[in-house]
């Protein structure tokens, strides 16, 4: 089921549900996927009250839940998402495609996303598409980040694991460090097999922390009271990534956390597009924890079930 609906104050927001878990994308603003939720439960993404139904201005906005970006962090990474967008629905996908960003600081790209639910369970296929509608060609990667609610931790696997010898004398990948990044701030956790970053108050030298990896197995995950969501993007081997080689990314601040994925680095011509699939499940009554046991049993199998395409 597609509805068009009001949501917190925009009146033109678009509901897709199929009686297991249900989307709210705002095209008032954005795109924006402010809520992902099983039917009659808790939204798993972060919403912003102060910012919920406003519309235009030339202030950038967090609003919440999962947007489109582009990679370098620069001034039109900032550009802000508060015009309407155009909604085409096509069979089973529905696409929400903004404006091209032509006034400052924008460098005349345009973005999309198309949204396409299963018809039964909870997985979500997001085709992101950013195409360059400027005269000249320009370096970007598309970079997805989804806005986690409070009280939940990240959850992001490691390369396998294995003792130095003969076949291992090469590294297996990156753990990229920003300046703000403090390994010894009690919200992370590192185990052999796992990374966790935990969403709660701060109490070290920072208000935020970020890192960012190279994610062969595909998957991240962000558990919060018995909810764990998931979202997998397929790495492509041998690519330039950002960030130091980069597929998967995880920030967190006092309010929020992040689970990022990028795609590779692309020199984007005119009238080209980028694009980049993510694929989201949610699950439910999974059971709590904090070490590598846990995670190898409650959130792997879960983590690992779902298919890409």
Same mark, same amino acid.
């Given at each position: 089921?597609?509805?068009? !609906?009001?949501? %917190?104050?925009?009146?033109?927001a ?6 297991t878990v249900?989307? !709210? &994308?705002?095209a008032?603003i ?13 939204? !798993? #993404? ?12 030339? @202030? ?6 999962? %947007? ?9 990474t900032?550009?802000?998402?508060n015009?309407?967008?155009? /909604? ?17 600081p ?7 996303i198309?949204?396409?639910l @299963?018809?039964?369970?909870?997985? /979500? ?24 609610r409070?009280?939940?931790k990240? !959850?992001?696997?490691l390369?396998p694991?294995?003792?130095m010898?003969?076949?291992?004398f090469?590294? /297996?990948?990156p ?8 390994? =010894? ?6 185990g052999t ?5 935990q969403?709660q108050?701060?109490t070290?030298?920072?208000a ?6 190279f994610?062969p ?12 969501? /998931?979202?997998?993007?397929?790495? &492509?081997?041998?690519?330039?990534y950002?960030d ?6 995880i920030?967190?601040?006092p309010?929020f956390l992040?689970?990022e994925?990028l ?5 984007l011509?005119?009238?080209?597009? =980028?694009s ?9 009554? &999974?059971?709590?924890? @904090?070490d ?14 779902m298919? #890409?395409?």
């Amino acid at each position: 089921m597609v509805e068009r !609906i009001s949501y %917190r104050g925009w009146n033109n927001a678009w509901r897709l549900s199929n009686g297991t878990v249900e989307l !709210i &994308v705002l095209a008032d603003i954005g795109p924006r996927i402010v809520h992902y939720a099983f039917c009659g439960g808790d939204n !798993i #993404l972060h919403e912003l009250s102060a910012d919920a139904g406003r519309t235009g201005g030339s @202030d950038f906005r967090l609003y919440g839940g999962h %947007r489109l970006w582009v990679w370098p962090e620069i001034a039109r990474t900032y550009f802000p998402d508060n015009q309407p967008v155009a /909604v085409d629905q096509s069979g089973a996908a529905i696409r929400f495609t903004s404006p091209v960003e032509s006034a400052p600081p924008g460098t005349h790209l345009q973005k999309e996303i198309e949204i396409a639910l @299963d018809p039964s369970g909870t997985r /979500v296929c997001l085709t992101h598409r950013i195409t360059n509608r400027a005269a000249a060609s320009t370096e970007l990667a598309v970079w997805c980040p989804t806005m986690m609610r409070a009280n939940g931790k990240a !959850i992001l696997p490691l390369p396998p694991r294995a003792a130095m010898d003969a076949d291992h004398f090469q590294s /297996v990948g990156p753990l990229t460090l920003w300046s703000f990044t403090d390994l =010894a701030d009690p919200r992370w956790i590192f185990g052999t097999e796992f990374i966790q970053l935990q969403q709660q108050k701060p109490t070290g030298r920072f208000a935020e922390q970020m890192t960012g990896i190279f994610n062969p197995a595909a998957w991240g995950a962000y558990y919060s009271s018995g909810d764990l969501f /998931v979202k997998r993007a397929a790495p &492509v081997v041998g690519a330039r990534y950002p960030d130091f080689g980069c597929n998967f990314e995880i920030f967190t601040n006092p309010d929020f956390l992040e689970l990022e994925t990028l795609s590779p680095v692309i020199e984007l011509a005119p009238q080209q597009t =980028a694009s980049h699939t993510e694929v989201w499940e949610l699950f439910g009554n &999974v059971p709590s924890g @904090d070490d590598d046991a846990w995670t190898q049993s409650s959130i792997v199998p879960l983590a690992t079930s779902m298919k #890409l395409t």
